[in-house]
């Protein structure tokens, strides 16, 4: 009998129907039956089940008698005895590791096995919890409850461990927003589905998508090329059927509807998702011509620019007064600009004069409007 992996829900199973499900010939007991009467799974097989599942990933280990432990903790009594037998006769199809270099002897899933989850130790849970509160605002919904059990599982993991410094540390550390934190914008899951599916397949769109500040969608014939995770906002780099040869970046939440259309994906000839970041397309590039910009902060302001350069090759010149001044040469972006008014009277634009002018206007702006 060939080698057979199966995965079987219960809601899957058609009435009346018969199934006879063995991962090797050489294995003498069934996985799955199922019969009219509905599906059951011997003891034997759901014990073994949750033996490998006990089995930590290497280095780590565990002896027959932890495991021993494990199983009667879940109703299983069995011998150390047998479980040594069933972990012998699993290695033999399984990429189970036996340490006996030194005692306590112990069993573990080799550092590179896939397909079954060994047990998740400490550092493991605590990555994937720390994981967790960074990736659910990037990801999209959908996707991000997929994983959910991976971060449930850990969670509850550190929950177990009441006197552990590991879950100490993960009570004492947050990630939080370097700028204002928003709501993610609604988003139609359907279309947002497609819409991924399609870059998986290399699959030409037909999608209704609707422009900024208007209620109705267009029809357009997109191409997708790339997804940007930007804050809340997932943006999907296309060109347009009419267009090909010119990327473009919009937001998933405008697409009201997506279907494929049949045909493949045209992509332009030498498109590169790096380069197009790197072009500063994503941050609203406003002309193609490089800013040699000058700008003074405030002492308090500018500080974090000697930690956290803006560019590679910025020159920030502390002055006699404290504040700094510094000199660079960035791309003409609105991020550029909404980054500058972020800091307020704390920063004063010296060069180009064009943006001199430019914030000169809206300081004078914002001066009336609080009159």
């Given at each position: 009998m060939?080698?057979?992996?199966?995965?079987?829900?219960?809601?899957y199973?058609?009435?009346?129907?018969?199934?006879l499900v063995?991962?090797?010939?050489?294995m003498?007991y069934?996985?799955?039956?199922?019969?009219?009467?509905?599906?059951?799974?011997?003891d034997?097989?759901l014990r073994?089940?949750?033996?490998?599942?006990?089995?930590?990933?290497?280095?780590?280990?565990?002896?027959p008698?932890?495991?021993?432990?494990?199983?009667?903790?879940?109703?299983?009594r069995?011998?150390?005895?047998?479980?040594?037998?069933?972990?012998?006769?699993l290695?033999?199809?399984?990429?189970?590791?036996?340490?006996?270099?030194?005692?306590?002897?112990?069993?573990?899933w080799?550092?590179?096995?896939?397909?079954?989850?060994?047990?998740?130790?400490?550092?493991?849970?605590?990555t994937l919890?720390?994981?967790?509160?960074?990736?659910?605002?990037?990801?999209?919904?959908?996707?991000?409850?997929?994983?959910?059990?991976?971060?449930?599982?850990?969670?509850?993991i550190?929950k177990e461990m009441?006197?552990?410094?590991?879950?100490?540390?993960?009570?004492?550390?947050?990630?939080?927003?370097?700028?204002?934190k928003l709501?993610?914008?609604?988003?139609?899951e359907s279309?947002?589905?497609?819409?991924?599916?399609?870059?998986?397949?290399?699959?030409?769109?037909?999608v209704?998508?609707?422009k900024?500040?208007?209620?109705?969608?267009?029809?357009?014939?997109?191409?997708p090329?790339?997804?940007?995770?930007?804050g809340?906002?997932?943006r999907?780099?296309?060109?347009?059927?009419e267009?090909?040869?010119n990327p473009?970046?919009?937001?998933?939440?405008?697409?009201?509807?997506?279907?494929?259309?049949?045909?493949?994906?045209?992509?332009?000839k030498?498109?590169?998702l790096?380069?197009?970041?790197?072009?500063?397309?994503?941050?609203?590039?406003?002309?193609?011509?490089?800013?040699?910009?000058?700008?003074?902060?405030?002492?308090s302001?500018g500080?974090?620019?000697?930690?956290?350069?803006?560019?590679?090759n910025?020159?920030l010149i502390?002055?006699d007064?404290?504040?700094?001044?510094?000199?660079?040469?960035?791309h003409?972006?609105?991020?550029l600009?909404?980054?500058?008014l972020?800091?307020?009277?704390?920063?004063?634009?010296?060069?180009?004069?064009?943006?001199?002018?430019?914030?000169?206007?809206?300081?004078?702006?914002?001066?009336?409007?609080?009159q």
């Amino acid at each position: 009998m060939n080698e057979v992996f199966i995965s079987i829900s219960h809601d899957y199973i058609k009435k009346g129907t018969y199934f006879l499900v063995a991962m090797r010939q050489s294995m003498s007991y069934n996985l799955v039956t199922i019969s009219k009467k509905g599906a059951t799974m011997s003891d034997t097989t759901l014990r073994h089940i949750k033996l490998l599942e006990f089995l930590p990933r290497q280095p780590f280990k565990k002896s027959p008698q932890q495991l021993q432990e494990n199983l009667s903790s879940i109703g299983y009594r069995v011998s150390t005895r047998t479980i040594q037998r069933d972990l012998v006769n699993l290695s033999s199809k399984m990429m189970l590791i036996s340490d006996e270099r030194n005692k306590p002897y112990g069993w573990s899933w080799h550092k590179d096995a896939q397909g079954v989850n060994p047990v998740m130790d400490p550092i493991e849970a605590l990555t994937l919890s720390l994981a967790e509160e960074y990736l659910e605002p990037l990801m999209p919904s959908k996707s991000f409850s997929r994983v959910k059990i991976f971060f449930n599982r850990a969670n509850n993991i550190l929950k177990e461990m009441d006197k552990s410094q590991i879950k100490k540390w993960r009570e004492r550390v947050r990630v939080v927003p370097q700028w204002q934190k928003l709501i993610a914008p609604k988003i139609n899951e359907s279309a947002e589905a497609t819409i991924y599916d399609a870059m998986l397949k290399g699959q030409q769109l037909k999608v209704r998508y609707k422009k900024r500040g208007e209620d109705k969608g267009e029809q357009r014939t997109i191409n997708p090329l790339g997804l940007i995770l930007q804050g809340v906002v997932h943006r999907l780099i296309c060109t347009m059927a009419e267009d090909p040869e010119n990327p473009r970046h919009l937001p998933i939440h405008r697409f009201m509807s997506a279907k494929w259309n049949g045909n493949k994906v045209m992509e332009p000839k030498g498109f590169n998702l790096d380069e197009f970041i790197q072009s500063q397309k994503i941050g609203f590039l406003l002309t193609d011509k490089p800013l040699k910009l000058e700008v003074i902060f405030a002492a308090s302001a500018g500080f974090h620019l000697t930690e956290t350069p803006l560019t590679d090759n910025q020159i920030l010149i502390k002055q006699d007064n404290g504040n700094y001044l510094l000199k660079t040469e960035v791309h003409d972006t609105s991020q550029l600009r909404w980054w500058l008014l972020g800091f307020g009277s704390q920063v004063e634009v010296i060069k180009p004069l064009s943006l001199r002018k430019e914030f000169k206007e809206i300081a004078y702006n914002s001066f009336k409007m609080y009159q």
